[in-house]
């Protein structure tokens, strides 16, 4: 019998055919960004963090990239993703406040919009931040597929709601009367988990955009007495108080649990087949909180912005426009694409994304603020360089240029310090380099623009959400709703 054989012809043409489509899903690469709440630069063990753990997150950096200047949008939860999601830098957002519910435009493209369009698949699960329901900021209505976990980021201080959103709509969670911080039958995290994976199994066979805003480690710290992650710290011998000693120990159960979700996920892409097609961001939304600070740990008990190799530390934290409030940690993962174990000193900040997977995902990228930081993830063609950095929050004001930067309080005079040098901020140089001073006053003047804010079409639901977090002055009202 004639062995069977393929005419040249035929054969070139599987071949051209399957070089095509490698290259097609080359051009589309599945995206997935997990931003985690108030995860501090220098709480993971990479950087030399000796309490928490966080093998996952050392592997993910051993086998990408690692940023050393990834700046947030902004130094909270709401801009920082506004700036994220649209690309615009603090003076240009449509949403500058953080009360959890404040809506960016209903006009406006995000990344989700984006990559809709070149034919991925969309879906967020965690905190959105950016637009409470009834409003012209909801997920679903700028290019999410899918959104499931909080809309209202008041409604995220608790990880045993009553229920959570998707798409609009409410998903009760059984066992949880929402009147708790602490107490619940069904924990939020874990249902946005496997909604988490069940997206990526979904959307396997084709290209897709997994947006990852999970609330851990922030929020107010419950945990399933029976989850893996408190067990291995509930006993530990720490001392920082009672209550604040038990929170420290969630704190650090929260991270290690979303080291363990990291890993799971990177062990579905695997077994999916899809992980060298996959490009992985990981990172903190804003500057850390010194949480948990004692006498003997004054900068937190984690030291979220203190070097424990150096000693040195970004100076404030959380909500200031100073280092401590705006460096995050950054790390990209693609195997095969970005070289593992690198580490880069490219100055990047949030409007940069949106360029950056619209040159990922062929797509064509809406006006921004940002550069794409692509060729540094690759290698591959020239890296673009920004002649400045803006930031603005609640009366505060911050400019970057190269290594120098310049910040000012709401009635305070403007300061400039050499980061190169002083990267603690501890030595005002504006007296020394006024001219310098007064270029980078000149670059804040011209970068703010007035607010074009977005729209609330339904009060009533607004306020539901943004109660049901059960602060003190909540409680009265969510009572009277049992």
Not at 1 to 21: E, H, K, N
Not at 323 to 335: F, I, S, T
Request: proline share 6%; aromatic share 12%; net charge neutral.
């Amino acid at each position: 019998m004639t062995p069977y054989r393929l005419s040249f012809s035929v054969l070139l043409a599987i071949l051209c055919c399957t070089a095509a489509r490698s290259e097609a899903d080359d051009s589309k690469p599945n995206i997935i960004y997990l931003m985690l709440d108030e995860w501090g630069y220098f709480e993971s063990g990479h950087m030399g963090n000796r309490d928490l753990i966080t093998p996952n997150i050392d592997q993910f950096a051993a086998e990408g990239m690692r940023f050393t200047n990834a700046y947030a949008g902004a130094p909270v939860c709401g801009p920082t993703r506004c700036a994220l999601l649209t690309g615009m830098h603090a003076g240009h957002m449509s949403m500058r406040s953080n009360d959890g519910f404040s809506p960016i435009r209903a006009d406006e493209p995000t990344l989700a919009s984006m990559l809709k369009k070149q034919g991925y698949a969309t879906g967020g699960f965690g905190k959105w931040g950016i637009g409470g329901r009834g409003t012209s900021g909801v997920p679903e209505r700028h290019g999410f597929d899918l959104f499931f976990g909080y809309y209202d980021q008041v409604h995220a201080h608790t990880f045993y709601p009553k229920y959570l959103i998707r798409n609009s709509k409410e998903v009760q969670l059984e066992g949880n009367d929402g009147l708790s911080f602490y107490e619940g039958k069904t924990h939020a995290q874990d249902e946005i988990f496997k909604e988490s994976l069940a997206f990526i199994r979904t959307n396997k066979d084709r290209p897709f955009f997994c947006y990852l805003p999970w609330t851990p480690p922030h929020g107010l710290w419950g945990i399933d007495q029976d989850d893996p992650s408190w067990q291995l710290f509930k006993d530990r011998a720490w001392t920082a108080g009672q209550k604040t000693e038990n929170d420290a120990k969630v704190y650090a159960a929260f991270l290690h649990m979303i080291d363990r979700q990291i890993g799971e996920i990177i062990d579905v892409l695997q077994e999916l087949e899809i992980d060298e097609n996959t490009l992985f961001f990981l990172c903190g939304d804003n500057g850390g909180q010194d949480y948990f600070k004692t006498q003997e740990r004054p900068h937190g008990f984690f030291g979220p912005n203190l070097n424990p190799k150096t000693g040195q530390r970004f100076r404030a934290g959380k909500g200031s426009l100073y280092e401590g409030g705006l460096k995050v940690p950054y790390l990209v993962r693609w195997p095969g694409r970005i070289k593992a174990g690198t580490i880069s000193d490219h100055l990047l900040f949030y409007p940069d994304v949106m360029p950056t997977l619209a040159a990922a995902g062929n797509a064509k990228c809406p006006p921004t603020d940002g550069l794409s930081f692509l060729p540094t993830l690759t290698g591959n063609g020239n890296q673009a360089s920004h002649n400045y950095l803006y930031w603005e929050y609640l009366g505060q004001t911050a400019v970057r240029k190269e290594n120098w930067k310049a910040y000012k309080k709401q009635r305070g005079k403007w300061q400039l310090y050499n980061l190169a040098k002083d990267p603690e901020e501890k030595m005002d140089v504006s007296n020394d380099h006024p001219t310098l001073l007064k270029e980078l006053v000149t670059l804040a003047e011209t970068s703010h623009k007035p607010i074009h804010r977005g729209e609330i079409y339904d009060q009533r639901l607004v306020t539901k959400d943004h109660i049901q977090a059960p602060h003190e002055r909540n409680l009265n009202q969510l009572r009277k709703q049992q």
